[in-house]
C-alpha cells in the first residue's frame, strides 16, 4: 500500500537526499549541470519556517520512502485564483511502475483543487520520454515544448 504524507521539518534530511537522486537523474538527461546549491537548513527554512516557499510530499510503502513531490503555489491576477507548480516529483528507480508517481500526482489534485487551483503545471525534460509518458498518461496535456524541456498543464 502507498501512502501519501505531508513532509515535516524531520524529513529535511531525507528531502535533501531526494533532492540529491533528482539532480543526478536530471544531470543525466542534460538538463542540470550546475552545483547543487541546497543544504539540509536551507530546506528546513524554507520549507518549514515562515514565510513557506514550498511544500514536499512523501510517498512511502511497506519498504520504506520511495518517492518524494515538491510543490508551491503561484497566483493569477486576471482569474484571481491560484495555480500549483510542481517543481520536482522523483520516485526511487527501483520503485518505478508501481503507481508511486501516479499517487503522488493524485494528491497533488486533491491539493490543488483544496485550494482553489485553476490548474497543475510542470514540466519535464525532452530527454526523458517515460516521463513524459506517465504525464500524459495521468491526463496531462502538452502545452509548449522545446528543444530541452516539455511543459505540462493539468486542468482542474
Known amino acids: ?7 515535516v521539518r524531520t524529513d529535511a534530511a531525507l528531502l535533501l537526499a531526494y533532492v540529491g537522486k533528482k ?3 536530471d544531470r543525466a538527461t542534460g538538463v542540470f549541470t550546475g552545483i547543487l546549491g541546497t543544504t539540509r537548513k536551507k530546506i528546513e527554512a524554507t520549507l518549514f519556517d515562515e514565510p513557506r516557499f514550498a511544500h514536499a510530499l ?3 510503502d511497506a519498504a520504506g520512502s520511495r518517492g518524494f513531490a515538491l510543490y508551491y503555489f503561484r497566483y493569477s ?6 495555480s ?3 517543481d520536482d516529483l522523483y520516485v526511487d528507480a527501483d520503485a518505478r511502475g508501481c503507481g508511486i508517481g501516479a499517487a503522488l500526482l493524485a494528491r497533488l489534485v486533491e491539493i490543488a483543487r483544496g485550494h482553489d487551483c485553476t490548474h497543475l503545471s510542470w514540466t519535464a525534460a ?6 513524459i509518458a ?9 502545452v509548449r515544448r522545446d528543444e530541452k524541456q516539455v511543459t505540462f498543464w493539468m486542468a482542474l
Open 1 to 7: 500500500m502507498i501512502a501519501i504524507r505531508a513532509a
Open 23 to 25: 539532480s543526478e537523474f
Open 58 to 60: 512523501v510517498a512511502e
Open 77 to 82: 491576477s486576471f482569474s484571481g485564483q491560484p
Open 84 to 86: 500549483l507548480w510542481l
Open 126 to 131: 525532452v530527454a526523458n520520454p517515460r516521463g
Open 134 to 142: 506517465f504525464y500524459e498518461r495521468e491526463g496531462a496535456v502538452i
